[in-house]
């Protein structure tokens, strides 16, 4: 036991002579699609709705700071980000005259992804987990006071893609997320019964960021 701690003690000591710290800013744009595999039938006294997602892709912003430790051509990135992203869907009564409408819920959210790359040159590759913490709910899906909706408040997905850096300066990242948990969303009717909404966020990302 002493060996090891006096080897770690060695290792955290001599870090720094090896290694480099670097700051910054990025902020970007996303592209997030939703995945169900079908439409889901949520009964609530005697109205059936049928819910299914929205083909084409949403639109998102994300900003924030992270941190760069570079060893050799190993580094680490841990950042902080602002995310806001939108589900859409399609709405349907069952039953009903009235046409299906389109929902679109707009989340924010703090993202935090742990990215770990190696690099070669100016160029990059990364990949790592990310966590996402809910601060806002978006609106009901349906608008009906026996029917709630329920958001998962922490989230777990990755990240992996590939980056340059120009004039150690400037960095660039285009990204891909998946998300590790199936269910994120559910909808409670009058009598407790809970339906899962399969709305994993595929997305990808696109950001530009300042290094100092």
Excluded: C, W
């Excluded at 000591?13 to 910054?24: E, K, M, R, V």
């Excluded at 006071?145 to 300066?169: E, R, V």
Aim: aromatic share 8%.
């Amino acid at each position: 036991m002493k060996k090891l701690f006096a080897i770690l003690l060695t290792v955290l000591i001599a870090l720094p002579a090896f290694s480099q710290l670097n700051f910054g800013i990025k902020a970007g744009v996303s592209t997030t699609s939703i995945t169900m595999s079908d439409a889901k039938s949520i009964t609530s006294g005697s109205s059936t709705y049928l819910v299914d997602k929205v083909k084409s892709a949403n639109y998102g912003i994300h900003a924030g700071i992270f941190a760069r430790l570079s060893i050799s051509k190993l580094y680490i990135q841990p950042e902080l980000l602002f995310a806001s992203r939108s589900n859409e869907y399609t709405l349907s009564k069952v039953n009903s005259i009235v046409d299906s409408i389109n929902v679109k819920q707009n989340l924010n959210k703090l993202d935090i992804p742990v990215m770990v790359g190696l690099k070669f040159g100016p160029l990059r590759i990364n990949g790592g987990p990310v966590g996402s913490l809910r601060i806002s709910s978006p609106k009901e899906l349906i608008s009906n006071p026996n029917l709630k909706n329920m958001y998962a408040s922490m989230s777990f997905g990755y990240q992996a893609g590939i980056g340059l850096d120009i004039l150690k300066k400037l960095t660039i990242d285009l990204r891909y997320e998946g998300s590790l948990k199936k269910y994120q969303n559910q909808i409670e009717n009058a009598s407790g019964t809970k339906f899962n909404l399969d709305d994993r966020p595929n997305a990808f990302l696109l950001s530009v960021g300042l290094m100092f």
